[in-house]
């Protein structure tokens, strides 16, 4: 008998297998949620992608985004399933995040009923790739010059980190502005010369999508100071200042806030308001040995414990001690007068009023008295307070 024929039955039914498998219609959230029939996809097999599982609450298999009774398991026939997920787990064993974090693809097939509506009898659920590993393998697939696809990238991912706002989804949100920074890094590369327009679109955006408002002012600055035409020149100007913030200092454009920290000051943010202050570093380490000091009076309230010979031997020999008198430390060789005084006043009803005092001397030095006696001492090369 020849081979063709005996292989011939064989090959029939290899090729006839597949014709009565249907590959899951795709559906999202928005399907799912509508009202009406689903129409020609009514009792045919969906597939529901890249949603949160929150939890299984029979017959309800309920998301973190989504209609809660739009996703039933008929757990009489599908016990395993209704089993697995009460646990938080897929039919396969896959633990599934209890905080809603899992990604998941659900699989069943489109019903409609009278009370409910459109639904899915689900079938089964299986896990998928968390956003941020998601994300990452989507971004390391693209070419490493493709900055619109970056771009495209990230505002997807911020858009998806804004639909599950109620989970903590920073570390979605740093990979978006590290990838619009990066996205932006490869668009500045190709800037043309000249090109105000085009600059200034990229400066805003690595304010507003990258957070990284220094590094447009530097862009927009180092054009300015390069030399353009003056048309270009008053538009990029006027950008740094109204909308960037950025002031020139010493032949270069840095933001107000560098501007004041280069000039001594420390930012404050008021925790219930919000509300900013900026605060001389000789101001906030002032306040810090003052209120170390007032826990100190707790216990060991007399500061000048030494004869006042021993201070003026002290002073002679141009040794400023703690405990000295102002008049003592003025008298101190090599000091004399400070350059800078601050001053304030602690008040308490029916108690003499306690005056706190900060000399900074024109080498650096930093002295402070309590009612005029020297309770502590900064030598220059002590460093200021960073917060």
Do not use: C
Not at 176 to 204: E, N, S
Not at 343 to 363: H, I, L, T, Y
């Amino acid at each position: 008998m020849r081979l063709e024929l005996l292989l011939a039955p064989f090959v029939v039914l290899v090729l006839a297998a597949p014709a009565g498998a249907q590959d899951p219609v795709p559906v999202s959230l928005d399907d799912l949620a509508a009202n009406g029939s689903w129409g020609a996809n009514r009792d045919k097999p969906v597939s529901l992608s890249n949603v949160k599982f929150r939890d299984y609450f029979e017959p309800n298999v309920r998301l973190v985004v989504g209609p809660r009774d739009k996703l039933r398991v008929d757990s009489s026939a599908r016990r395993k399933l209704a089993d697995a997920l009460a646990t938080w787990k897929t039919p396969a064993g896959e633990q599934l995040d209890r905080k809603g974090r899992s990604n998941v693809k659900v699989i069943g097939v489109a019903r409609e009923d009278n009370q409910v509506g459109r639904y899915i009898d689900v079938t089964d659920v299986s896990k998928l790739p968390d956003d941020l590993d998601a994300f990452t393998a989507r971004r390391d697939a693209l070419a490493a010059t493709d900055a619109d696809g970056r771009l495209k990238l990230a505002d997807e991912a911020v858009k998806r980190a804004d639909l599950y706002s109620t989970l903590n989804q920073d570390d979605l949100r740093e990979f978006a502005r590290q990838l619009f920074d990066g996205a932006l890094d490869l668009k500045k590369a190709t800037l043309q010369k000249g090109d105000a327009a085009a600059a200034i679109d990229v400066a805003l955006k690595y304010r507003d999508l990258a957070g990284a408002p220094n590094k447009a002012i530097g862009l927009l600055g180092d054009i300015v100071e390069s030399g353009v035409e003056q048309d270009a020149r008053d538009k990029l100007v006027k950008v740094l200042e109204q909308d960037l913030g950025a002031v020139r200092h010493r032949d270069h454009w840095i933001s107000k806030e560098d501007f004041k920290s280069q000039l001594g000051y420390m930012k404050r943010v008021n925790a219930a308001t919000g509300a900013v202050q900026w605060v001389r570093k000789e101001r906030v380490e002032f306040e810090a040995v003052v209120a170390n000091r007032r826990e100190v009076n707790k216990t060991d309230p007399i500061v000048r414990q030494l004869l006042g010979s021993q201070y003026e031997t002290a002073a002679n020999e141009g040794q400023p001690t703690l405990g000295m008198y102002k008049q003592e430390l003025v008298r101190t060789k090599g000091y004399g007068f400070p350059q800078l005084v601050d001053r304030f006043v602690d008040k308490s009803a029916g108690n003499p009023d306690r005056v706190w005092e900060q000399w900074v001397m024109s080498d650096g030095n930093r002295f402070y008295f309590m009612d005029g006696v020297m309770f502590d001492w900064k030598k220059k090369a002590d460093p200021y307070p960073t917060k």
